[in-house]
């Protein structure tokens, strides 16, 4: 049997819209687990809240966290592996951009978050309740090299002028758009989903020709430009839909992800 490697994007991928695993998409993974296929989650998540569905699933495989930011080994014997960004160029992009931009941001350790004000969207989506917390002006909390940093735009955004502020501060950064542009992450030029799950794949001798991966979103778009066989959801946004080799039938509501799967290694046979 050729072995594949699964990867999987969290949000509007393998999950629905009420953060859940569907049963058939549930079953269908399970089943390529058990002959030997690989399942790795690759999402912009802290490793925290995948936690709960690496159990769901029984996997024993890395995870990639933070858009391929940090790699955590988990069951495996995959080394973890986090990047940071140098505490200077993250106080200098949020000085420099301004704070009167800004409702929010977010930069955390891996056992501390730092953030303008603690809210509802930054709590549902970081699960940072048993983290210590910190609140306030960045210049007056933030002493570390944070390994994320998040950016919620206030009325404007301009991610032009964010990401020229970035790129003069490092060369190496960029910012990235979330969630339809009122969102925004730092970002690694060299760091992204597919550099993680292509090291992944060798880790395993799998070859990047047997690696599916599904997304829905713009951070995904690298990691679908470049695997073997590329899907994007049903329900993702125009330009990933362009960039996958293919579209699965139905959204992340509706299975997408098992009748796709079902039908490319013919599980209902």
Same mark, same amino acid.
């Given at each position: 049997?050729?072995?594949?490697l ?12 009420? $953060? ?15 002959m ?5 989650f !690759?999402?912009?998540? +802290? %490793?925290?809240?995948?936690?709960? %569905? ?6 024993d495989? +890395?995870?990639?966290?933070? @858009?391929?930011?940090?790699i %955590?080994?988990?069951?495996?014997s ?5 990047t940071t ?5 993250v106080?200098?992009i949020? @000085? ?16 501390? *978050?730092?953030l ?5 969207t ?20 933030? @002493?570390?090299?944070p390994?994320?940093m998040? &950016?919620? &735009?206030?009325?404007k ?5 964010l990401?020229?502020? !970035?790129?003069?501060?490092n060369p190496?950064? &960029?910012v ?6 009122e969102?925004a992450?730092?970002?690694?030029? $060299?760091?992204?989903?597919y ?17 599916i991966?599904?997304?829905? !979103?713009? /951070? ?5 430009? /470049?695997?073997?066989?590329? *899907?994007a959801?049903? /329900? ?6 362009e ?11 509706h ?9 490319f ?5």
């Amino acid at each position: 049997m050729k072995r594949y490697l699964i990867a999987l994007d969290m949000d509007g991928t393998l999950l629905n819209d009420e $953060k859940d695993i569907t049963p058939l998409t549930k079953k269908a993974l399970i089943t390529l687990k058990n002959m030997g296929h690989k399942i790795v989650f !690759a999402s912009g998540r +802290p %490793y925290r809240t995948m936690l709960r %569905y690496y159990e769901e699933l029984d996997i024993d495989t +890395p995870v990639i966290a933070y @858009n391929g930011g940090a790699i %955590y080994g988990l069951k495996s014997s995959y080394p973890d592996i986090e990047t940071t960004f140098p505490l200077s160029d993250v106080l200098a992009i949020y @000085n420099q951009y301004g704070i009167e931009n800004l409702e929010n941001t977010i930069c955390e350790t891996a056992k501390e *978050v730092y953030l303008l004000h603690d809210d509802e969207t930054f709590t549902t989506w970081f699960n940072y309740t048993h983290l210590e917390k910190h609140i306030g002006d960045l210049n007056e909390t933030l @002493n570390v090299d944070p390994m994320t940093m998040l &950016f919620h &735009f206030k009325g404007k955004n301009d991610m032009e002028e964010l990401n020229q502020i !970035a790129s003069k501060v490092n060369p190496e950064l &960029f910012v990235r758009s979330w969630s339809g542009g009122e969102f925004a992450e730092l970002s690694y030029k $060299k760091v992204s989903k597919y550099h993680a799950l292509r090291d992944i794949a060798s880790f395993y001798h799998i070859p990047n020709t047997r690696i599916i991966a599904f997304g829905d !979103a713009g /951070n995904d778009i690298e990691m679908l430009s /470049n695997v073997g066989v590329s *899907v994007a959801m049903k /329900n993702g946004t125009e330009h990933t839909l362009e960039k996958a080799m293919h579209v699965t039938k139905e959204d992340n509501n509706h299975d997408g992800i098992a009748l796709f799967l079902n039908e490319f290694f013919n599980l209902n046979d």
